[in-house]
């Protein structure tokens, strides 16, 4: 069993940047890769990008490639979405969610375990 607990969220302007947290629970985080998917109102969760148990492997969105990075740090059971020149468009609710098969996958249906969710607000 992993908890997650994502954090970081809030409201920035166009062209800004945040850093979103997740921090698991238990001893078997660096057993898991771990992946960031959102949520905007009225549309179908997303994936965002996704690192693999070592951080070796790492997989983006098209829609997020040069602008977000994602990274973690196992001796702290915790994984980042460092996101920069933030647009309108990424305005959702970011979750994070890990992935016992330790691929790098885009599908959520791979993944076992989900935050409860943190909102991000980009104004224009």
């Known amino acids: 069993q992993v908890q997650l607990v994502e954090s970081g969220g809030g409201l920035v302007q166009a062209g800004g940047s945040l850093r979103l947290s997740c921090a698991a629970s238990?001893?078997?985080?660096?057993?898991?890769?771990m992946g960031w998917f959102r949520q905007a109102p009225g549309k179908e969760r997303e994936f965002v990008a996704a690192?693999?148990?070592?951080?070796?492997?790492?997989n983006y969105a098209d829609s997020v490639k040069g602008r977000f990075t994602i990274s973690r740090d196992n001796r702290k059971n915790t994984v980042y979405l460092q996101m920069n020149s933030l647009k309108p468009e990424d305005t959702a609710v970011y979750y994070c969610a890990a992935d016992s098969t330790r691929g790098v996958h885009a599908t959520d249906l791979f993944y076992a375990y989900w935050g409860q969710g943190t909102q991000v607000t980009v104004s224009s």
């Open positions: 690192i693999s148990w070592s951080g070796g492997s790492t």
């Open positions: 238990g001893r078997t985080f660096s057993r898991y890769a």
